[in-house]
């Protein structure tokens, strides 16, 4: 079986991705899959050892812009892009307790999907306090979006408790 991140990079590949937006830069990995799938690429995080990992892994490709800031502040940087991923709770190897949180995440979800052209994947971890939260709202959230303008699914391991989950928005066109 493959891993959610996995499954989520099959899914983009069936995108025409012109610009794409790593909503949580983390080590990168998410970064460097779409700079090989988009022309332009926006990835955000807050904790410079992310930002210097994913700079490593990047290297000189000028389509990809790293910003250190929060992904709730994506409108300082760019008004639409065509696919997004975020991958919520911390940075592996790193301070657990240095979490996304609710109120960011909700902030830049909302955001995130007035922006998008096609379409927004959340990797959700419950296996933390402030990760079961988002998850709790995330999908009273999107299972309100409206039928008619957005498909929402749902990709998770039903025999794994708090193992994480996918959660899939596509803009319909």
């Not at 937006?21 to 995080?45: E, I, P, R, S």
């Not at 402030?130 to 998850?135: A, N, T, V």
């Amino acid at each position: 079986m493959i891993t959610m991140v996995e499954y989520v990079h099959q899914r983009i590949l069936t995108y025409n991705c012109a610009t794409g937006v790593d909503f949580t830069m983390g080590n990168g990995f998410d970064t460097v899959f779409l700079a090989k799938h988009c022309q332009q690429v926006y990835a955000f995080d807050i904790q410079p050892q992310a930002l210097e990992m994913t700079q490593k892994r990047v290297g000189h490709m000028s389509h990809v812009k790293l910003i250190l800031d929060s992904h709730e502040n994506m409108d300082q940087y760019f008004q639409s892009f065509d696919v997004g991923i975020f991958n919520l709770g911390y940075l592996p190897h790193a301070s657990h307790h240095i979490t996304t949180t609710l109120d960011s995440t909700q902030k830049a979800v909302i955001k995130a999907i007035e922006y998008m052209r096609q379409a927004l994947f959340l990797v959700v971890y419950t296996g933390h306090e402030e990760g079961y939260k988002e998850s709790v709202w995330l999908e009273s959230f999107v299972s309100q979006l409206d039928p008619h303008q957005f498909h929402v699914s749902c990709f998770r391991m039903l025999n794994k408790h708090q193992a994480p989950y996918v959660i899939e928005i596509e803009k319909k066109q």
